[in-house]
């Protein structure tokens, strides 16, 4: 696609003068890294706190009295196991074979009102299935992660600094209102905030002088991939369901109906053919996607996502193999016509602080 017809962030100016590279993620012109690099932005999200422009993620706004029985009626999760103030996460599922459509955020800002967050190229699709209005051009979405992620937000706005994990609160800054949740997907304990276009350049400017770490989306992918989170259009999308992934505890079976249960439902009682599982090599080669996972010489599944960890200083990976093969197991990965063991591990490969 061409770099011209890719919709920008309202904080694209920003990225142009810290001298990012950019690169193209769900029809978005999106910055990769800065001159730091990937490695250096990723180790200062683990170390200290780095934020990350999150703007071509979607927006749907659902209001109005029947909203929380519409939400629960198309999507696995129970809304009615949280309330106003709160966040959820949960996958929205093909009524006919029970793949994940998307896998989202749900912000319930106030009673009447919540803030669907699908990722980037599904945002239509939820439109059609929620109705609700699209409100992602109204503003930027900034995620600020790390350790030290709470007490640098604070220094720009205590009342968003002082949210709680995944908790959700309105905050005013600049004279704008603006949402700050406890959510993110880096593994660390962190918050996202949504603000408006016409304070977003200034509120990304105030978290840069209170000492965040400007981090692009390719340091966001490892650090997803240390926390072993699922990524739509990897380890989730279609053929793919919630319990394949290893997601059922996503799913409410006692909540009533939601889009896609019956087919789930029969394939939970028939019992999986395939699960996600997480794979580590040995060395600083890494693994990569659509690589073959054998199994005396027989190849029995596929990697879905590979990169090199940071942190571990090995490659680490996660793939759909059959679900006898078990954690402990050793396997053989194809990496490049070279054949490689790795071991099955407990994920995630790195825990992450939390608070």
């Given at each position: 696609m ?27 012109n ?6 730091s ?76 009102r ?12 939820i ?132 889009i ?45 996502s ?50």
């Open positions: 061409n770099s011209n017809t890719l919709k920008q962030s309202p904080l694209h100016n920003e990225h142009v003068v810290a001298g990012a590279k950019f690169a193209e993620f769900g029809g978005w999106m910055p990769l890294n800065y001159s690099g990937t490695l250096a932005e990723h180790m200062a999200c683990r170390q200290g706190a780095a934020m990350f422009d999150v703007s071509h993620l979607g927006t749907v706004r659902v209001t109005g009295p029947d909203s929380q029985s519409c939400l629960n009626s198309a999507f696995t999760n129970d809304l009615g196991k949280i309330g106003p103030g709160r966040a959820q996460y949960t996958h929205l599922l093909d009524a006919v074979d029970a793949s994940v459509v998307d896998d989202i955020i749900v912000w319930w800002v106030s009673p009447d919540f803030d669907v967050m699908p990722n980037a190229s599904n945002t239509d699709r439109v059609s299935v929620l109705g609700g209005v699209d409100v992602t051009s109204t503003r930027a979405v900034i995620a600020v992660q790390g350790p030290t992620s709470r007490v640098i937000v604070a220094r720009v706005s205590p009342d968003a600094g002082a949210v709680a994990h995944f908790g959700v609160t309105e905050f005013v800054w600049n004279g704008a209102v603006c949402v700050a949740a406890g959510t993110g997907y880096t593994g660390e304990v962190g918050l996202e905030l949504a603000v408006p276009n016409d304070v977003a350049p200034a509120m990304w400017q105030a978290l840069v002088a209170a000492g965040a770490t400007p981090a692009g989306l390719g340091a966001r992918d490892t650090l997803r991939l240390e926390a072993a989170l699922p990524l739509h259009g990897h380890e989730l999308g279609a053929g793919i369901t919630s319990l394949q992934a290893g997601l059922s505890w996503v799913v409410s079976w006692t909540k009533g109906d939601f896609g249960r019956l087919a789930l439902m029969a394939e939970r009682d028939a019992g999986i053919a395939r699960r996600l599982r997480a794979f580590v090599t040995e060395g600083r080669r890494p693994p990569r996607a659509g690589q073959s996972v054998l199994v005396d010489g027989v190849v029995v599944g596929e990697l879905t590979g990169n090199y960890s940071p942190i571990r200083e090995c490659g680490i990976a996660l793939g759909f193999v059959p679900p006898d093969i078990e954690i402990g197991a050793t396997v053989q990965l194809d990496v490049r016509g070279t054949t490689v063991d790795a071991v099955v591990v407990k994920p995630p490969f790195v825990t992450a602080t939390r608070s």
